[in-house]
């Protein structure tokens, strides 16, 4: 594995986790239960990245795709788009 794969993973990781923190910290006294699919996905994310790191961009690419769904889909029932 190349040096610039582990920057790569650990760039990723930080703006997934960056993402999580500041959605958690907008909704958490209201949806703190809606974020379980984010939670799971990226937990996931890491066991895909612990057991088959040479795939695991693609693993992220549709973490992150899903994860923007969920909480599109999450906001939107609330009364706007990440509001």
């Known amino acids: ?8 993973r650990d ?9 999580l923190d500041a959605y958690l910290a907008e909704r958490r006294p209201r949806r703190a239960r809606r974020a379980w699919p984010v939670v799971v996905t990226v937990a996931l994310g890491v066991v895909t ?12 690419l549709a973490i992150a795709a899903t994860n923007v769904a969920w909480l599109a889909l999450v ?4 009364g706007g ?3």
């Open 75 to 78: 906001s939107g029932r609330q």
């Open 11 to 19: 760039e990723i990781d930080d703006q997934v986790a960056e993402a």
């Open 49 to 60: 990245t612990w057991l088959a790191p040479g795939v695991a961009w693609a693993a992220w």
């Open 81 to 83: 788009a990440f509001t």
């Open 1 to 8: 594995m190349s040096e610039l794969d582990a920057r790569l």
